[in-house]
């Protein structure tokens, strides 16, 4: 793993060398003097939580899809360790060699999987915020028997991480993934869909029939839109979230079925929650890891590369064309408020117009896709205005606030040019060279 390394406050060199030295035996390297912009983290070493260490991790944090791993030189006491942890960073620690070594081993192999064709082949995007969803999807997946609960938009890719964390699974007889979609449940043969029932237990039970969770011993079950279900079918299944116990309609038996639950939905529970519509205990219940897909109108810098992505999978046995810039344009600014389902479709519709060995134009947008105006948005955006008024107030010099929206520029071109640096370049509108020369330039 390669680190930026920044040590603050009046930590001792002896300190910092003999922490640095232990990192290299463990094999981290640092950034050196050759420009290298692939870094996997930043390390702060420092005494004592001050205003500086704080802003500086919340701008490292913030950059991208980087870890911020942050050691003290002597415990640290609670509140300075979670005001650098809401600050952005991923692990903070007075310093103690095995475990360092214990959350660095776990960090690359997380990354090990990220990098995987399963992942990058199946969950496009290189935005901070989505490689920040599939390191915590990974590592509940495969490190942890947990239960999760999804939440996100419609369209956002919910099944698809429903999946990535059945595959991840490290059970050694990990049996079927098992899909139940709580929309189709119909309240009066809910307990038959999800428990079974036995023969003779309700008119038209001429045999008996195992129920959801039957199916899903050994194996992981997922229960899509799960905020559907009703007050009483969320009590009734209390006892078998909790404990995987539960009693087929029509039997007077128990039984157990050890699986890994999965759930799903587009509804802000914890608001229903407040708002009495959605039952506190059965939320408490399925909410051991939440995890929180942005939609695709936080991660724009995705929707070209998921949109070729589709290019590719609607294209077998052919080779797939290139999206020209001026349709590049119009796809990243459009709304999308299906999210990727809606891009998807989008994609699949400009694809069937397209004809000729050419590249995707503007020519194949179908008709009803076409912007009643310029489609490009704002910018610069009221986002951004926010947070260059907060750098400002902060006292952040002009210098510093060029420097990291260079820097961050470049690396979100390189991100979504996949490393790319003439293409990167040219989204940039500088040369080659000159995008040479800026990373070589940059400040260790």
């Not at 103690?96 to 081993?105: G, I, K, Q």
């Not at 059970?171 to 009066?188: A, G, N, Q």
């Not at 070729?308 to 990243?332: K, Q």
């Amino acid at each position: 793993m390669r680190f930026d390394l920044r040590s603050l406050g009046s930590v001792s060199q002896e300190w910092v060398v003999g922490v640095t030295s232990a990192l290299e035996r463990l094999g981290v390297a640092f950034r050196g003097g050759d420009g290298e912009l692939a870094i996997d983290g930043c390390l702060f070493l420092f005494d004592e939580v001050r205003p500086q260490l704080v802003a500086e991790i919340r701008t490292r944090a913030a950059e991208g899809a980087v870890r911020v791993l942050a050691i003290c030189d002597r415990p640290l006491s609670p509140d300075g360790a979670f005001a650098l942890r809401r600050a952005g960073a991923a692990e903070v620690m007075a310093w103690d060699e095995p475990a360092v070594a214990a959350r660095l081993a776990r960090w690359a192999e997380i990354d090990q999987i990220l990098a995987s064709p399963l992942v990058r082949g199946n969950l496009v995007g290189r935005s901070a915020p989505w490689i920040a969803l599939l390191r915590q999807v990974i590592e509940v997946a495969a490190f942890t028997d947990a239960s999760v609960l999804i939440l996100g938009e419609s369209g956002t890719g919910k099944e698809l991480i429903a999946r990535l964390i059945h595959t991840l699974d490290r059970r050694s007889d990990k049996r079927e993934l098992v899909v139940l979609d709580c929309t189709t449940v119909v309240p009066e043969l809910s307990g038959s869909e999800f428990f079974g029932h036995e023969r003779g237990a309700f008119t038209g039970a001429q045999t008996s029939r195992d129920g959801a969770f039957a199916l899903a011993d050994g194996g992981t079950l997922f229960l899509d839109e799960v905020g559907e279900l009703g007050p009483t079918l969320q009590a009734q299944l209390l006892r078998v979230v909790q404990e995987r116990a539960y009693k087929r309609v029509g039997s007077h038996t128990w039984h157990h079925a050890s699986l890994r639950l999965i759930l799903a939905t587009h509804r802000d529970l914890e608001s229903e929650v407040s708002r009495g519509t959605f039952r506190h205990d059965f939320f408490h219940r399925i909410a051991t890891w939440i995890c929180r897909v942005p939609p695709l109108g936080e991660r724009p810098e995705d929707i070209v590369a998921i949109a070729e992505h589709f290019v590719r999978e609607l294209s077998p046995g052919t080779a797939p064309p290139e999206i020209d810039d001026a349709l590049r344009r119009f796809i990243v600014a459009r709304p999308y408020p299906g999210n990727v389902r809606e891009l998807r479709n989008l994609t699949a519709r400009i694809l069937k117009r397209h004809v000729g060995p050419g590249p995707l134009t503007v020519g194949d947008i179908p008709e009803d896709a076409l912007p009643p105006h310029d489609v490009a948005p704002a910018w610069p955006d009221e986002e951004l205005l926010s947070s260059l008024r907060r750098a400002v107030a902060q006292g952040v010099d002009l210098r510093e606030i060029g420097r990291v929206a260079a820097e961050t520029s470049i690396r979100l071109a390189l991100d979504a040019e996949d490393g790319n640096l003439q293409r990167a370049a040219r989204r940039l509108g500088v040369t080659d060279r000159a995008l040479q020369m800026r990373r070589a330039n940059r400040r260790p």
